[in-house]
């Protein structure tokens, strides 16, 4: 379904020639713009005018890298596929809205028709030419809207379920980002942790270095303590 989404707003855009470039790019990683041209079978200016285009909406993103060799820029592109989603819905919704407005007149005007000619007028303009066909003489008939309305009630349900459709693929797209921001928030905050662990550890080192020291030299100096009433009493015994 995404797919579909995606090419429907590339033939928007550019036309039917970049449909496939959909099914090359996708939104998680850049792909080398000389490997779409290749694919799609269009020179690399071609391709690269085509993205262009796309970009100008924001609907695809890119970096460049240096050809160390050769001194030129290649490109690699992706689709940024929740603003792609996003400008498919606002056109979609105008689209909506135009046929509803379109409904609206077709259940509240009267429009007129020569059947003859197969010429359709509005009220307004069927009253100025005296409700007769300046082709053909034939006098105007009042236009049945029955069908058309049936054929745009069913087009408005399409549109609705479509914009449903789309907002579904939205969600998921931003759930996605979601996921991918709470990893890295994740990371980074395992990486603080990480570093004041190791902060502490470097610090409880010190302090047991320091207090080996002390011991041991509360313990030297304890044996000399012990030593010297040690040679006290020997002295004294041997006194
Ligand atoms: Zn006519």
């Known amino acids: 379904m995404l797919k ?3 090419k429907e707003i590339l033939v928007i855009l550019v036309g039917k020639q970049s449909e496939e470039i959909v099914d090359l790019l996708d939104g998680d990683k850049y792909i080398n713009e000389f490997v779409i041209a290749k694919k799609i079978n269009l020179t690399i200016n071609q391709t690269r005018n085509i993205l262009y285009k796309v970009s100008d909406f924001g609907l695809v993103s890119s970096i460049r890298k240096k050809d160390k060799k050769k001194g030129w820029y290649t ?12 400008f498919l819905k606002e056109v ?3 689209n909506l809205n135009q046929l509803k407005n379109q409904i609206k007149s077709r259940e509240t005007k009267r429009f007129y028709v020569c059947e003859r000619c197969n010429v359709e007028f509005t009220e307004e303009n069927a009253m100025l030419r005296d409700f007769t066909c300046n082709e053909c003489g034939e006098v105007f008939s009042v236009k049945s809207n029955e069908k058309l309305l049936k054929e745009f009630k069913k087009n408005e349900e399409k549109l609705e379920n479509k914009i449903k459709l789309i907002e579904e693929e939205i969600k998921k797209e931003k759930d996605k980002l979601d996921k991918v921001r709470q990893k890295e928030i994740k990371k980074q905050q395992q990486e603080k942790l990480k570093k004041k662990q190791e902060m502490k ?16 030299k509360k313990k030297e100096t304890k044996k ?16």
Not at 75 to 86: N, Q, S
Not at 225 to 230: A, G, H, V, Y
């Open 4 to 6: 579909d989404f995606l």
């Open 201 to 216: 550890e470097a610090k409880e080192n010190i302090k047991k270095k320091t207090a080996k020291k002390e011991v041991k």
């Open 92 to 94: 979609t919704v105008k």
């Open 75 to 86: 490109y690699f592109w992706k689709i940024e596929v929740l603003k792609a989603l996003e």
């Open 224 to 239: 000399k303590n012990i030593k010297k009433p040690k040679n006290l009493k020997k002295i004294s015994k041997k006194k």
